[in-house]
C-alpha cells in the first residue's frame, strides 16, 4: 500500500505497480489495501491489458465493489489525458506523409472506441497539420458526414488539403459501399472548393485500410 513516505515520493510514479496507480485514482477515502485490492481486481478482469480496460464504460467500472460513478470517471478521465497528451506530442511532427504516419497519429483518438467517429485532418501548402476536427459521431456501424460543414471548416483552416479518417470497431477495416461514396461524395465537393483530398483512413486498433494506397482516390 502507498503512503506518503513510500517509493512515490522518493523514485516517482514510474516506481508504482499498475496496481498502485489505480489505487491512485480511486482511492478518495477509501484505505490504502483495499484501494489497491480494488485495483488489482479490476486489472485482473482484463488480464491486465490496458488497452482492454481503456474501453470500459462507466457502466462497466461501476460494476466492481467500491468503484462509484465519480471513481469511475476518475479513471476514465485519466487514460482521457493519457490519449490527448499522446496526441500532442505527436502534432508536433511537422508533416503527415504517409498513411502510417496518420494511422500513428490518430490512433490514440480512436482506436479504443466503440461507436464510429468521423475526423478531418487539415493541412495547408506544405503539408503540415493546420487543424483537426470531430466531424461526427455515430453508432456501432456507422457515422453521417455533413459535406458541407466539412468543407466551411476547411475553409475555416484554410487547407489546401485534407484527410479523412473514421474507425470501424468491429475491428474490420475494409470500405463499405457507403464509405466508397462518401468519399467520392467529399473528393468532388472538395475539388470544387480547389481543395484535394490526400486519403481516407478507415482505421481499427489493429489495423488501417488507406484509399490513397489502394488508388481509390
Not at 515520493?9 to 489497491?36: C, K, Q, V, Y
Not at 485532418?121 to 466531424?135: E, Y
Not at 470500405?175 to 466508397?180: G, L, M, T, V
Request: proline share 2%; aromatic share 6%; glycine share 6%.
Amino acid at each position: 500500500m502507498i503512503r506518503p513516505n513510500d517509493g512515490l515520493w522518493m523514485e516517482g510514479f514510474e516506481s508504482l505497480s499498475t496496481s498502485e496507480l489505480l489505487a491512485l485514482l480511486i482511492r478518495g477515502r477509501t484505505p490504502h489495501w483495499t484501494a489497491e485490492l480494488i485495483g488489482a481486481q479490476i486489472l485482473a478482469s482484463v488480464g491486465h491489458n490496458l488497452s482492454a480496460l481503456e474501453r470500459f464504460t462507466i457502466g462497466d467500472l461501476t460494476k466492481f465493489r467500491g468503484i462509484g460513478r465519480s471513481k469511475a470517471m476518475i479513471i476514465l478521465a485519466a487514460f482521457e489525458l493519457g490519449r490527448r497528451r499522446a496526441q500532442s506530442t505527436k502534432r508536433l511532427v511537422h508533416k503527415l506523409e504517409s498513411s502510417k504516419a496518420v494511422f500513428d497519429f490518430m490512433k490514440p483518438a480512436l482506436c479504443h472506441l466503440n461507436h464510429e467517429e468521423f475526423w478531418v485532418l487539415f493541412l495547408n501548402a506544405a503539408q503540415v497539420l493546420s487543424g483537426i476536427s470531430q466531424l461526427s459521431k455515430g453508432g456501432v456501424t456507422a457515422t453521417i458526414v455533413d459535406v458541407r460543414l466539412l468543407l466551411k471548416k476547411a475553409l475555416d483552416y484554410r487547407a489546401v488539403s485534407l484527410i479523412l479518417v473514421h474507425n470501424h470497431p468491429s475491428g474490420q477495416v475494409v470500405p463499405s459501399a457507403s464509405d466508397r461514396s462518401m468519399t467520392e461524395r467529399v473528393v468532388k465537393a472538395a475539388g470544387n472548393l480547389d481543395i484535394k483530398v490526400l486519403d481516407h483512413l478507415i482505421v481499427s486498433e489493429k489495423a488501417y485500410f488507406s484509399f490513397a494506397d489502394q488508388q481509390l482516390l
